[in-house]
């Protein structure tokens, strides 16, 4: 919670996460101010349309590692596509989207806090490294 009074305050712009536990999000940390590396257990996105969808629980129930369906569907009666949890897991790309956003803002940072982290996870450390 002190992070979003921070951001309210507008000391804290951005925030670069590794956890999956979704707790930044819950707290009211905005969508557009976050780049969740490791995906969120309550966000869930369409294959075909890409929406997503925050949930009041976690999405993922794969019975295997690299499954990511979570059996819904979208929403959208235009689409219907399947939707994935968002769960990166041990050996999986991390999303080029939400890599380059964390790249982008750590790059123009005036300060950067590394909180709650061994900074040996790469590539989130090396973002605090450049």
Same mark, same amino acid.
Not at 10 to 19: A, M, R, V
Not at 62 to 90: E, P, S, Y
Not at 105 to 121: F, I, K, P, Q
């Given at each position: 919670?002190? %992070?979003? #009074?921070?951001?309210?305050?507008?000391?804290?712009?951005?925030?670069? !996460?590794?956890?999956?536990? +979704?707790?930044?999000?819950?707290? /009211?940390?905005?969508?557009?101010?976050?780049?969740?590396?490791?995906? =969120?257990?309550?966000?869930?996105?369409?294959?075909?349309? #890409? @929406?997503?969808?925050?949930?009041?629980?976690?999405?993922?129930?794969?019975? @295997?590692?690299?499954?990511?369906? @979570? /059996?819904?569907? &979208?929403?959208?009666?235009?689409?219907?596509?399947?939707?994935?949890?968002?769960?990166? =897991?041990? +050996?999986?790309?991390? *999303?080029?989207?939400?890599? *380059?956003?964390?790249?982008?803002?750590?790059?123009?940072?005036?300060? %950067?806090? &590394?909180?709650? !982290?061994?900074?040996?996870?790469?590539? $989130? $450390?090396?973002? $605090?490294?450049?």
């Amino acid at each position: 919670m002190s %992070m979003v #009074q921070l951001m309210r305050k507008g000391f804290l712009k951005y925030i670069i !996460s590794q956890n999956v536990d +979704g707790l930044h999000r819950k707290s /009211g940390i905005p969508y557009d101010n976050i780049a969740e590396l490791h995906g =969120n257990t309550n966000l869930e996105v369409c294959s075909k349309c #890409q @929406t997503g969808y925050m949930r009041d629980f976690r999405v993922r129930n794969a019975q @295997t590692c690299k499954d990511h369906k @979570t /059996g819904r569907k &979208c929403d959208n009666v235009k689409c219907k596509g399947d939707l994935k949890d968002t769960i990166i =897991n041990f +050996g999986e790309n991390l *999303n080029d989207l939400i890599l *380059n956003l964390g790249y982008a803002h750590g790059y123009e940072a005036d300060l %950067m806090l &590394c909180l709650g !982290s061994s900074m040996r996870v790469h590539p $989130a $450390a090396e973002m $605090a490294e450049i």
